[in-house]
């Protein structure tokens, strides 16, 4: 079974959303809903420029607006200064999604504290730091604004190898909720996307085992894509959610929905 296209999107015509991470998988599929939506898209990315650019140059073959911007969001220089840049190309930002991250495995009998670290830097140091600097335009521009941090459902569900991922999604969940708190007086929402199993090219052939574990335990029997999370992202930013702050919108196939026993 393979996703059924999505042509209504919420219309973000003149919004800027920054996308971290955009030159991985799922950034990109954010990224491209983002901007089939109507907005000017800022693909970020730390490394990999190529990806990120390609992105953006997509985009904007297509019609849409979109540049890229590198920086290392675990610094809070960097992450200030990555915000101070969009708002200084496009007078504003709107949305920020917090894609930005790592997903090694490693048992956490043999993980040190270099690899943990770096984990918890890439996944919850980068959302905390960009969604603080991101508020600070937002703030200033005085009409709100939307942060979607992409967690995972790792953060409730971990797995042998993810202790690090596990942790690092769980806080990233927490922030966005106590985010939510204390940016809501100022119109600014703060919200988490969960995603499942996302297809990757190659996953089938380097996981085989686990992505029948997947097809079996999901109602919807098959793995996401990356515009499936790219579409509950749209949708949290946009006006059709304007009552909806300090939530975690699982897309999943329903996995989640089935019995742990």
Known sequence: MVAAPVTGLPDLTGTVALVTGAGGNIGAGIARRFAAAGATVVAHYWSSADRARAVATDIRAEGGQATWEQADLRDPVEADRLLAAVVAAFGRVDV??????????EPLPDMD??????????NAHSAFLATRAAARHMI???????????????????AVGHAHYSAAKAAVR???RAAAVEYGPH???????????VVREGIERDWPEGVERWHRAAPLTRMGTPEDVGNACVFLASPLASWITGHDLVVDGGVSAGPTW
């Open 187 to 197: 119109g600014i929402r703060v919200n988490t996307v969960s995603p499942g199993l």
């Open 113 to 122: 504290f270099d690899q943990w670290r770096e984990v918890i830097g890439a």
């Open 96 to 105: 920020l999604v917090n894609n930005a991250g790592v997903q090694p495995v």
């Open 174 to 176: 927490m922030h966005a």
């Open 140 to 158: 200033e521009q005085g009409d709100g604004g939307a942060v979607v941090s992409i967690a995972s459902i790792e953060a409730t569900r971990p």
